[in-house]
């Protein structure tokens, strides 16, 4: 066992221990590969039996972090005292209702976990059938995966991860007692769909390397052992999970990588029967389904249409030869998603990375949009149970409007407010100011800027500013609402949102425009944002902290790389920082699946070449960099608690100067951090006390 190399004070330096190997002619030395478990499989599942040096490590670099972040443990408890605050602590979401009931998700007083009831449609007295309080008691981490009462409404199949692993085990428990029945099934991804007589349910279970490959069909009163395989992916790079469709008649089986996609129907009618392909995958197409009587609607990029399109299909021969335009292709107008009900088409819609809800009658052809007035917002639907209705459901925020929840009639146009956010310690919106700026990248692309600040803010380039970036898998950051970022944001703050290449904020083209040898695109996009900012005197260079999480860690960690001069400090949550060694390890849960978006280095040289050019951990030069934060999970599976451990372990033996660089590992958390609402503050707040330490704030920030 080596012992670490930590006196009182000092940074802890991992050992090296060289490992090397060549690909590609081109030979790769990785001193700290020592530092991913060789029994990772097991250690998800039991962090317990983490090899002793490793753990010794860990826990040197949380006390070291804890050494020189302790000062600001007042201002940590201010911060989250402040977030928890705004938080309104019995919170419930609008009823849906779905025949003789309305479902509903709640918290109460004080609670970390959410409970899950139901009343009568029309109201009356809510009867809560999980209390995730209750069952979370006696467990160091408990987060639910899902829960979904059969369509008779006697049962509910509910699921939970225990250990931050994200494998959930499925139970049922009776409307009628309370009472969890004998099934448990293990190790699924979460979710479940029910037969339409209720005796039955179909989950994916997840492998022994955490893939999604397979639907199994479990019978209630059976064991997990008699359940039957329904479906199984051969592709070690796909990914499969399963829906109800639009009209409940149906279980989706959705399988895909992130760029070809392939789609297979259950009839829930007939449990029995073999899933039914749509249409055969194809290598770049993508497609989904919603089903309407004996017609499918399918949301598709097939034949080149960039931002998708809307084509419709017969539903007994919904192969491609007979697919129909129903919207066509527009480009610059990506559909994002669409919602499927007995009289109206629903698409959520975003151009010049705004969003819109646009309704059409099925009967008339009619069209109408929901639109809104703000220079920034985030729209959603919000899907209910009902099929057979015309009540749209979506919620509304803006950067400085917290969130409102409305229902609206597709048939008479008319919205009712259900929800708004209340904010219990107080906000008034004409306090602060929303706007958007264009940041010119090196290749002249327009970069949208999502900006938050104070409305008696002093435009003089003083400020400090927080830049949020993610920037990959074609997901756009909208600029909703959050009241976390006030405590930021009161303090002298400005927040801004960077809306990067490989996202879609302006469609579908500026994710591709970020991803794989244009990958670049994304870092520069961010450096371009910084500097756009400054110029416009909403801060200045040092004043400036980047954050970002998982794939925008990854953002982070090249842009203390390349463009590091322009910040005081990096926050890095769960960062996915060693591109090139994890896209290598084919074993690893989510690497084949990752392929298609960073490029396959075992297989293609230039792909390989290209991630060595950008991955953080193997860019890393002897210069001076920004104080960095990196936090990790132990049992998250999705980005390794190694990742951001060899990140840092290699920052801190090559930099020239700068930093200090910080490893924070949550001992016992997976991707998502704490599982309570309440618990998951005290990582924001210490993330938050780092960016106002990071600029020199923290000491004048403690009340």
């Not at 467990?139 to 059969?150: K, L, M, P, T, V």
């Not at 999604?212 to 990914?239: C, M, N, T």
């Not at 066509?328 to 819109?356: C, F, T």
């Not at 929840?405 to 407010?417: H, P």
Request: with cysteine; net charge negative; charged share 25%.
């Amino acid at each position: 066992m080596t012992k670490q190399n930590k006196t009182k004070g000092s940074a802890p330096v991992a050992p090296r221990r060289p490992h090397s190997f060549t690909t590609h002619g081109i030979t790769i030395v990785d001193d700290y590969a020592w530092l991913k478990d060789a029994d990772w499989q097991e250690v998800l599942r039991d962090p317990a039996i983490l090899s002793a040096d490793i753990r010794r490590y860990l826990e040197a670099e949380n006390d070291y972090t804890e050494s020189l972040l302790g000062h600001t443990a007042g201002l940590q408890k201010t911060l989250v005292a402040e977030m928890r605050g705004r938080i309104k602590e019995d919170d419930s979401s609008v009823p849906s209702p779905d025949g003789p009931y309305a479902y509903l998700r709640k918290y109460r007083e004080g609670g970390q976990h959410e409970l899950f009831g139901r009343s009568l449609r029309d109201g009356g007295e809510v009867k809560i059938i999980l209390d995730g309080d209750e069952l979370a008691a006696d467990q160091e981490y408990f987060r639910f995966g899902g829960a979904r009462h059969s369509p008779d409404h006697r049962l509910e199949a509910w699921s939970a991860d225990i250990k931050g692993s994200e494998y959930f085990s499925v139970r049922v428990r009776d409307w009628t007692d309370g009472a969890d029945r004998s099934d448990l099934v293990e190790e699924t991804e979460g979710s479940v769909v029910w037969s339409a007589d209720s005796s039955a349910f179909f989950y994916v279970k997840l492998d022994d390397n955490h893939r999604p490959l397979q639907v199994w069909r479990h019978r209630l009163g059976k064991l997990q052992a008699e359940d039957v395989l329904i479906y199984e992916e051969h592709d070690s790079g796909w990914f499969t999970h399963i829906h109800e469709s639009t009209s409940g008649r149906f279980c989706v089986i959705a399988g895909g990588d992130h760029e070809t996609s392939e789609q297979r129907l259950i009839d829930l009618a007939d449990p029995d029967a073999p899933p039914r392909l749509v249409a055969k995958r194809q290598d770049g197409v993508q497609y989904s389904i919603a089903d309407r009587g004996d017609e499918l609607f399918i949301l598709t990029n097939a034949n080149g249409a960039i931002d998708f399109k809307i084509v419709t299909a017969p539903l007994s021969a919904p192969e491609p030869a007979n697919w129909r335009d129903l919207i066509p292709h527009r480009e610059g107008i990506y559909i994002i998603d669409i919602d499927l009900y007995s009289g109206h088409l629903v698409r959520l819609e975003r151009a010049n990375a705004l969003p819109a809800i646009i309704i059409r009658d099925l009967k008339t052809g009619d069209e109408h949009a929901i639109a809104f007035d703000e220079t920034a917002y985030s729209l959603d639907t919000i899907g209910g149970y009902e099929f057979d209705t015309t009540n749209l459901r979506f919620s509304y925020s803006s950067m400085t409007t917290p969130s409102e929840v409305y229902d609206y009639d597709m048939a008479s146009r008319t919205r009712q407010l259900r929800k708004r956010q209340e904010i219990p310690s107080g906000h008034d919106p004409a306090h602060y100011v929303t706007t958007r700026i264009m940041a010119t990248a090196q290749d002249g692309a327009e970069v949208p800027v999502s900006i938050l600040h104070r409305r008696d803010l002093k435009r003089d380039g003083s400020a400090p500013l927080l830049l949020y970036g993610y920037g990959s898998y074609g997901l756009a950051m909208p600029a909703s609402f959050s009241a976390n970022r006030l405590s930021l944001v009161d303090r002298g703050f400005v927040y801004a949102i960077a809306h990067v290449r490989g996202g879609t904020d302006k469609g579908w083209g500026w994710y591709l425009d970020g991803k794989r040898d244009k990958k670049t695109n994304t870092f520069d996009d961010f450096a371009a944002s910084a500097r756009a900012l400054i110029e416009a005197k909403y801060t200045t260079a040092k004043r400036i902290v980047g954050h970002g999480g998982s794939a925008g860690g990854m953002l982070m960690g090249a842009v203390a790389n390349r463009a590091g001069d322009l910040f005081a400090g990096i926050v890095a949550e769960v960062p996915f920082v060693d591109v090139l060694n994890t896209m290598l390890d084919h074993s690893l849960p989510l690497t084949p699946p990752e392929w298609p978006e960073w490029g396959n280095p075992t297989e293609s040289e230039a792909d390989f070449r290209t991630i060595l050019s950008y991955s953080p951990y193997d860019n890393i030069a002897a210069k001076d960099y920004p104080a960095i934060l990196a936090m990790g999970g132990l049992t998250d599976p999705r980005v390794t608690y190694w990742e951001p451990a060899k990140w840092i372990a290699r920052l801190r033996a090559t930099m020239s100067g700068g930093g200090p660089v910080l490893l924070r590992t949550n001992m016992g958390a997976g991707h998502g951090g704490a599982s309570g609402r309440f618990d998951r503050l005290d990582e924001v707040a210490i993330a938050y006390a780092f960016a106002l330490w990071a600029v020199g704030l923290a000491d004048q920030s403690q009340a």
